[in-house]
């Protein structure tokens, strides 16, 4: 059964915005860090940010700090990730991982995978 589905991906100009949100189900609630990574074309998957749900500490990769911010609503059992400032680098498929480590940027370390939604930034 679906345990992560993300949604929310879509074709933005640089510079506009997105929020991709992550629903998770079953087994993957009864985890405590969700992750985000992305995927370009002919490259590996790299980690975004993640946020450990418990105590809604966060944590980026350099690269979008200040510009997309993770939150979680646990009643919904969702994670967000809101994407400001978007560049045309940052056109790649992104998915949510959730899992039960601290090593929230090895890909390795999470359980469960959603399918991955699509980001396209136009210059």
């Known amino acids: 059964q679906v345990q992560l589905e993300e949604s929310g991906g879509g074709l933005v100009q640089a510079g506009g915005s997105l929020r991709l949100s992550c629903a998770a189900s079953g087994r993957a609630v009864n985890t405590y860090a969700m992750g985000w990574f992305r995927q370009a074309p002919g490259k590996g998957r790299e980690f975004v940010g993640a946020?450990?749900?418990?105590?809604?500490?966060?944590y980026y990769t350099d690269s979008v700090k200040g510009r997309f911010t993770i939150s979680s609503d646990n009643a919904k059992n969702t994670v967000y990730l809101q994407m400001n400032s978007l560049k045309p680098e940052d056109t790649a498929v992104y998915y949510c991982?959730?899992?039960?480590?601290?090593?929230?940027?090895?890909?390795?370390?999470?359980?469960?995978w959603g399918q991955g939604t699509q980001v396209t930034v136009s210059s």
């Open positions: 946020i450990n749900k418990s105590n809604s500490r966060t």
């Open positions: 991982a959730a899992g039960n480590s601290y090593y929230y940027g090895d890909p390795k370390q999470y359980d469960y």
